[in-house]
């Protein structure tokens, strides 16, 4: 296979090499909205610049395909680690237990008001351990 990739791309050098030697010829281009007069050469370097970017936007679909395959299998991977782990307990006891949220301000009997999802003492208790779903 490599030798056939670079058969094939010895030939597509001579091509280019012809055609840029030889494309002096002007050539009209009638597009939509305007025209545009160059050269055959011209005309074979602008294909040449569109091929180059559609092989670059295929280059980086792959490249995002392959680094979402390899995410989605670290995750099963991961998740079938913490399955097989016992499952330890990492939860603020007072949200626990039903109770009111643990105050703070040293029982001088000021109530410190906290906003759902933070303790008094200001960490997250909305933040899960789980793994990641997809």
Same mark, same amino acid.
């Given at each position: 296979m490599v030798v056939l990739g670079v058969i094939i791309l010895i030939v597509v050098a001579v091509v280019a $090499? /012809? /055609? $840029?030697?030889? &494309? &002096?010829?002007? $050539?009209? !281009?009638?597009l939509p909205g305007f025209d545009v007069d160059t050269t055959a050469a011209g005309v074979f @370097? /602008? @294909?040449a610049a569109c091929a180059l970017l559609a092989l670059l936007g295929l280059a980086l679909m792959v490249g995002g395909v392959r680094r979402s395959n390899r995410r989605r299998k670290e995750v099963k991977q !991961?998740? #079938?680690e913490a399955e097989s782990q016992p499952a330890t307990s990492t939860r603020d006891t007072s949200?626990?237990? =039903? =109770?009111?949220?643990a105050r703070s301000g040293g029982g001088t &009997?000021?109530?410190? #008001?906290?906003s759902p999802g933070t303790r008094s003492d200001g960490g997250d208790t909305d933040h899960r351990t789980s793994a990641p779903r997809d």
């Amino acid at each position: 296979m490599v030798v056939l990739g670079v058969i094939i791309l010895i030939v597509v050098a001579v091509v280019a $090499v /012809i /055609i $840029v030697r030889q &494309g &002096g010829d002007p $050539v009209a !281009l009638d597009l939509p909205g305007f025209d545009v007069d160059t050269t055959a050469a011209g005309v074979f @370097g /602008i @294909g040449a610049a569109c091929a180059l970017l559609a092989l670059l936007g295929l280059a980086l679909m792959v490249g995002g395909v392959r680094r979402s395959n390899r995410r989605r299998k670290e995750v099963k991977q !991961l998740r #079938r680690e913490a399955e097989s782990q016992p499952a330890t307990s990492t939860r603020d006891t007072s949200r626990d237990s =039903g =109770g009111p949220p643990a105050r703070s301000g040293g029982g001088t &009997g000021k109530s410190t #008001r906290t906003s759902p999802g933070t303790r008094s003492d200001g960490g997250d208790t909305d933040h899960r351990t789980s793994a990641p779903r997809d």
